[in-house]
């Protein structure tokens, strides 16, 4: 004999397995506060590891240079004839015309010469490989198909992963010294002592003039996530709090 079937205490039953809306609101609720938390947090992970990948970078360019400079008895990987652009007597390499420094040379060709590359985009600084004759790859930079993508673009100018060109200073004088066009300035890296900001070291000019020098052959930095800086503000200050510094 079959038992039984209480259709009324299995619709009881139904109606109390599931969930009310009012609990379907709370567990909704939840979930939003908890993406909430988790967007920012993973988002400023994202930056982080972009900021360790580009301070990689800005040491791996200062290296390159360095080492071209001692393959190449003291010559710097650049062909334009550039002029000294610093009070120290150094060379600011940035991007075309106007970098976020101001009006300085790009850091193309030097991105060129020292990856071993003829020409790139129309620039034909190392055609035949006159200026890296023994075509060593210095730099492993990676080549991309567009100017906002981190790498070397399609123009030559080698950027950070967020879409800034990497700044450039190398020795043009020659004294073992780097005089950044933007971190020399005492505005940006004095601390009203003998050590300033980043490291940097405070020295009189041989044109009598006080400035912040890296002792090196080539120092790199980028602008950082807000692709942004500010020439008359504290290099710990502001839109420069956040610029990556390679040294």
Known sequence: MLPKYNMKRTCNNLRTSGLTLVEVLTVVAIIAILVSILVPVLAKQKIKAKAKLAKLDCSSIAQAITQYNMDNIGRFPSARGEQA???????????????????????????????AIESLGGNNVNAGHARNSKKFNYLQSKLTSSKEKPG???????????????????????????????????????????????????????????????????????AGPDREVSPGQGALEGKNYDNIIGW
């Open 152 to 222: 070397m673009g399609p123009d030559g100018i080698y950027r950070d992963p967020f879409g800034n060109p990497y700044v450039v200073t190398v020795d043009k004088s020659g004294d073992g010294k780097c005089y950044d066009f933007f971190y020399g300035d005492g505005a940006v890296s004095g601390t009203g002592g003998q050590i300033g900001a980043n490291g940097l070291m405070k020295e009189t000019l041989p044109n009598g003039i006080s400035g912040y020098i890296l002792t090196a052959k080539a120092m790199v930095w980028s």
């Open 85 to 115: 652009n610093t009070k120290g007597g150094d060379i600011t390499f940035s991007m075309h015309d106007n970098g976020p420094t101001g009006a300085v040379p790009h850091n193309g060709d030097l991105m060129i010469i020292l990856s």
